[in-house]
């Protein structure tokens, strides 16, 4: 069958953020490729109208992105959801400033720092009557009453979070170890349970040995003071759970172990807690010397442990009874498959590689609570009125994740859904809550993409969304009848805002229509949505819109600089190129020159950029976060490179295969990808295939180095930026998700690292690293060096920056890289 091809056209016309109805063209072969939508009309911009008269040069695009104008960031609801806030950076400083748009309408204002209390909540939690609102700003508890009343419940340098809200109307609060409950009306704390990693204390210590044992036979004096000790230990033991108005009595858990997470039940009766053995993953890591520091002298700084150093992770779950001040471990072994040696397979083919026979074992899989990266709910969760309590946990293998809630008779968990994957369960993508007092919800990658579910305790589940699309930033609606959500239903590079009704009884409906990058925040009390929206050629602004209406989204914000908008940017057009290896195509983002002739004598030389991260989407149909780069192709555009940039194999927004495609061979799919997109710009851009170059950078510069190592020729010239060379340096975290441990998969570590291919190289290659970085050290960097030099290798050469970390901060540091990737282009890619 033949595969689509689409092309979508982002007109030059979006940079004025989709105004006047401006249409996306398509273009499409005889099969059908998911279809972008017109973008509604908006609010116009009175600063879209200026020509594109200003020079294009990399030091203004490598400048302090001040002059791009400062776009709003984070924004959110106030607490009664009259007001839109966002954090805006000060020009020419890295302080951002809370500001506020009033209504929902008019123009922002600054928000004095006496009154940011009154608006920014690390946390929120709302009673369960909904006659007020806890929060916490800076560690300290706020509540904010039916009225509009605040009121501040704590003022300490400690540090309170994890409220939750109480059956009987009052609210809990974690110290520490420790947890409180509050009358939010008086003020009245109490606290309801004392944590102590300790043993616990006795009156009298037994005796250690054959002479403690005479002596407290022999003499009465010594009898006599263990008597007194005894009888004054037993009173204070009953006085402290007779009297009320102490503090309650301490648990003591095993002292060898550490806190990890807890969560009090609602009704006060339960406290659910998370323990560990102590670990720490810059005390036990690495040093990594900081050259240029005030004092003059080198800096040496901890950094974090290295994947090849990796310890297993389990966490030991214990429900601890507050009323019966009694403690119970919860074991695992109710969860389906929590001790199947689910790498064997990976094991056996290691062990055969090493001339050894594997010897499988027979104990249980270390397993942990998972919490999503950005997500705030947490791993532990009660429903209203804690006779539930939900956990997600994930074993360390990075295979399984389970949702268990916990039978209080039984003392034992309860699988409630179990997530496998043969690569590993998405890092992403796991939120879960509660929809009533025997409902949950939950997101999977169960049918190979992220999707929402719910499901009735001991029932059924009920998938709500599906489809080949991505659901992401589930918001339960107010009234917990509706889930509110992002997905790239239309089209994989568009992102809108839905919602759909969680008891399953209608199909998602969506919410907008604007044909860029959307995300959200849902109102208080969900009859409105803040928007924050952009285009490839617009970055984002902020809207407003009703949820129960119609009514188009209106804008609020106007921060995007005339100066930027006086640059005849290009436009990229969103391509799907036909893969050679699977059916699903390589969407890619395609730049061409001004005048560009597909059918002129002389072939343009092309340049193909590669995304950083890995799990990330860059060619959509919103705003880069690679803004830089993004301007740096409109400039290549203009000395006559064509340009690409793909979402290779394992970038994010394609569903699971995708994502796994690169399980056990980082670098294989990725690059088999490039040859497609390098042969796709050679056949239908014009391209000379002996006039092409590469670069990107961190997982990025990664693959320019496989690129260039496995597939010589195939670029001319490339530059590996902040790259990882050996996977056995970098994090664990990540790492093992792809590639297991290097212990028990040595073989996808050397199949997926750039060093054990270095002998390939036989085009110029710029490597750009900086000194500080604690991400990708720049000892990946130096080893890289040593090995090419041990191979006599050339045309190759270093750039580094002493006094940037893995993120550049300087301008001067960006424009003097850009300056040589560029230099490397012209010298390797231009026609004499």
Not at 5 to 29: G, P
Not at 177 to 203: H, K, N, T, W
Request: charged share 25%.
């Amino acid at each position: 069958m033949q595969k689509s091809r689409l092309v979508i056209a982002l007109s030059a016309a979006l940079v004025t953020a989709s105004c006047a109805s401006t249409q996306s063209t398509v273009a499409q072969s005889t099969t059908t490729a998911p279809q972008a939508p017109t973008p509604a009309t908006l609010k116009a911009d009175p600063l879209a109208s200026a020509d594109g008269v200003a020079e294009l040069t990399l030091e203004q695009i490598m400048a302090d992105p001040d002059w791009m104008g400062r776009f709003p960031e984070n924004a959110f609801w106030s607490l009664d959801g009259q007001d839109v806030l966002f954090y805006q950076k000060r020009e020419g400083s890295e302080v951002r400033d809370l500001m506020i748009i009033k209504g929902a309408q008019g123009e922002p204002e600054t928000v004095p720092l006496s009154e940011q209390h009154l608006y920014v909540a690390d946390e929120k939690e709302a009673s369960v009557a909904g006659d007020w609102l806890a929060y916490t700003f800076k560690g300290n508890v706020f509540v904010r009453f039916g009225n509009g009343e605040v009121k501040q419940l704590t003022r300490d340098s400690e540090r309170q979070h994890n409220l939750q809200a109480m059956a009987d109307g009052s609210l809990s609060y974690q110290q520490g170890q420790q947890f409180y409950r509050i009358d939010v009306r008086s003020g009245l704390s109490q606290q309801v349970a004392d944590i102590q990693f300790a043993d616990e204390p006795q009156a009298n210590k037994a005796p250690a040995d054959y002479l403690a044992q005479e002596e407290q036979k022999l003499i009465q004096f010594v009898q006599k003071e263990r008597k007194n000790r005894a009888e004054q230990f037993e009173y204070q033991q009953q006085l402290q759970q007779q009297n009320a108005t102490l503090a309650p009595q301490a648990f003591y858990l095993d002292k060898r172990m550490q806190w990890v997470d807890g969560r009090l039940s609602p009704n006060g009766r339960y406290l659910l807690v998370a323990m560990s053995e102590p670990q720490s993953w810059r005390d036990e890591g690495d040093i990594m010397p900081n050259y240029i520091t005030e004092d003059g002298r080198i800096e040496p700084e901890k950094v974090r442990r290295r994947v090849a150093d990796a310890k297993p992770q389990q966490h030991q779950l214990v429900l601890l009874d507050l009323q019966d001040h009694t403690q119970t471990s919860l074991t695992y072994n109710t969860l389906e498959g929590w001790n199947e040696d689910v790498l064997a397979a990976v094991k056996k083919e290691n062990a055969k590689a090493e001339g050894n026979a594997y010897e499988p074992k027979k104990e249980p899989r270390a397993i942990h609570l998972m919490a999503d990266w950005g997500w705030e709910n947490g791993a532990i969760q009660w429903n209203e009125d804690g006779s539930e309590v939900a956990v997600m946990l994930e074993a360390w293998d990075n295979k399984d994740r389970w949702i268990a809630t916990v039978d209080f008779g039984a003392k034992q968990l309860e699988q409630q859904d179990r997530l496998h994957d043969d690569a590993w369960i998405n890092y992403t993508h796991n939120e879960f809550g509660w929809v009533d007092q025997d409902t949950l919800w939950f997101m999977s990658e169960a049918d190979g993409y992220s999707h929402l579910y719910a499901r009735d305790l001991d029932e059924q589940t009920t998938q709500l969304t599906q489809g080949k699309y991505v659901v992401e930033a589930p918001t339960l609606s107010a009234d917990n009848s509706q889930l509110y959500f992002q997905a790239n239903q239309p089209h994989p590079g568009v992102y809108e805002i839905y919602r759909v009704a969680v008891d399953g009884s209608s199909e998602p409906e969506p919410l907008t229509d604007l044909g860029g990058m959307t995300a959200f925040e849902l109102s208080p009390n969900s009859d409105q949505l803040l928007l924050t929206y952009s285009t490839p050629l617009m970055p984002p602004e902020l809207y407003v819109k009703q949820t129960d209406a119609a009514d188009e989204a209106q804008r609020l914000t106007h921060t995007v600089s005339e100066k930027f908008l006086s640059i005849d940017w290009t436009a990229p057009e969103l391509v799907a190129i036909d893969s050679s290896h699977v059916e699903h195509p390589i969407y890619t983002r395609i730049y061409k020159p001004e005048g560009f002739d597909a059918e002129r004598a002389e072939e343009y030389p092309a340049v193909v950029f590669i995304h950083g991260a890995g799990y990330l989407q860059n060619a959509h149909m919103g705003w880069s976060g690679y803004f830089r780069e993004f301007m740096f192709h409109s400039f290549l555009n203009k000395q006559g490179y064509v340009v690409a940039d793909l979402d290779y194999r394992g970038s994010k927004g394609y569903g699971r295969d995708w994502r796994t495609a690169i399980y056990r061979q980082m670098g294989t799919p990725e690059v088999e990808d490039l040859v497609d997109v390098a042969d796709w710009l050679q056949a239908n851009a014009n391209v000379d295939g002996e006039r092409m170059g590469t670069y990107g950078g961190s997982y990025g510069g990664f693959l320019t180095f496989m690129a260039l190592f496995k597939e010589p020729g195939l670029f001319q010239a490339g530059s590996a930026l902040r790259p990882v060379t050996d996977w056995a340096h970098y994090n664990t975290g990540y790492t093992s998700n792809i590639l297991n441990l290097p212990q028990d998969d040595a073989i996808a570590y050397r199949r997926s690292s750039p060093i054990y291919f270095a002998d390939g190289l036989e085009d110029a290659l710029l490597i750009n690293s900086p000194m500080v970085d604690d991400n990708v050290f720049f000892q990946d960097s130096v080893r890289l060096v040593q090995r090419l030099i041990e191979l006599k290798k050339t045309d190759w050469e270093t750039a580094i920056y002493p006094v940037e970390p893995h993120g550049f901060r300087q301008p001067e540091s960006w424009l003097n890289e850009y300056r040589r990737i560029y230099k490397l282009f012209e010298e390797n890619l231009q026609q004499d």
